[in-house]
């Protein structure tokens, strides 16, 4: 509006010399001004905007993934074994009690918390596909009419469901020693031995899942369909 009524000044009232330049120096600066607001405006909103989506677009992906677990958690309910419902419920709770410790001991070391909250993470996971792989043997050993045939597949489901169970309880145990840790000097070598237990729980769950991958695969399944058929005979 400066700018404006500035040039506007200009011939209305026939300006001249220092007064004219005057004039145009306001008129100039008056419609830089609005112009270099206008694109602000435009680009700070433009920033709203994506940071809307991008937030948008997250809390999709975690309904998402909500979504996709309470499926797999009902499923879970085939095999009729307590374990994997209760296991299955236990990590997920687990899961959001791993999350909220940075409020929980803010005191604490953080980049090792950061450190137990990406290991509970993976543990996690790794967790929630020895249950998916369980459940695979489940199906498998029901398909299968014979005993003997059954045995076999239902002994490293045993190997699974046992290795997620011991899991959840050291989970817990490692969540309450680390809201149990009060002084902070003696934080940091606490954090220290907790993660690295987790570390191993880790690998002992890599290991025991790798011994099963054998079962699962075409071959062996064929075989142990060729045995369920020959005892069937």
Do not use: Y
Request: aromatic residues 4%; glycine residues 8%; charged residues 30%.
């Amino acid at each position: 509006m400066v700018g404006t009524a500035a040039f506007a000044s200009l011939f209305a009232l026939g300006l001249k010399g220092s007064a004219f330049f005057g004039a145009m120096l306001v008129g100039l600066g008056g419609v830089l001004g609005s112009g270099g607001m206008f694109l602000t405006k435009m680009i700070l909103g433009r920033d709203e905007r994506v940071k809307k989506i991008v937030e948008e677009s997250r809390d999709k992906a975690k309904q998402a993934k909500r979504k996709r677990l309470d499926h797999f958690h009902h499923r879970l309910t085939m095999d009729g074994d307590s374990r994997t419902e209760d296991s299955m419920h236990d990590l997920r709770s687990l899961r959001q009690a791993f999350s909220q410790l940075d409020k929980i001991a803010p005191d604490l070391n953080r980049a090792m918390i950061d450190e137990i909250q990406k290991r509970a993470e993976e543990l996690f996971q790794q967790c929630v596909r020895s249950l998916e792989k369980s459940l695979q043997l489940w199906n498998t050993a029901d398909s299968l009419a014979s005993e003997l045939a059954q045995k076999p597949i239902m002994e490293q489901r045993e190997k699974l469901v046992g290795e997620v169970v011991g899991t959840v309880e050291h989970m817990s145990r490692t969540l309450a020693a680390v809201q149990g840790i009060t002084k902070k000097s003696d934080g940091d070598a606490r954090l220290q031995t907790l993660r690295g237990e987790l570390d191993q729980s880790l690998e002992v769950a890599k290991k025991v899942e790798q011994r099963v991958d054998s079962l699962l695969n075409t071959n062996s399944l064929n075989k142990l369909n060729k045995l369920n058929n020959t005892s069937s005979e």
